[in-house]
């Protein structure tokens, strides 16, 4: 886990589960959702699992990541049940 998510984990602007799930990401995402939770606000779990599961369906952009830790539609990938 980067020394980041572990202040934040400290600091309760992140809860352990969600820095454990953003551990899982590339690097460079990491970093872009440590600086969003540092400038921004606090991020959930369900984000979070919503941001591991873009990533994994292909590669995001930042402006991606922070639509989908904003709740947007926009960035989230299109499912076939969600047609």
């Known amino acids: 886990m980067m ?16 820095a454990v ?5 590339d ?3 990491q970093g872009w959702s440590c600086e969003y939770i ?3 606000e606090n991020v959930n779990q369900k984000q979070i699992s919503l941001l591991r599961q873009a990533v994994m369906d292909g590669e995001i952009s930042q402006s991606q990541m922070i639509d989908i830790l904003n709740g947007s539609t926009i960035g989230r990938p299109v499912h076939r049940w969600n047609r």
């Open 27 to 29: 690097k460079i995402i």
């Open 21 to 25: 799930e953003i551990s899982y990401l």
């Open 38 to 40: 540092h400038e921004s």
């Open 3 to 18: 020394k980041q998510s572990c202040y934040m984990v400290d600091s309760k602007r992140l809860q352990f589960t969600a």
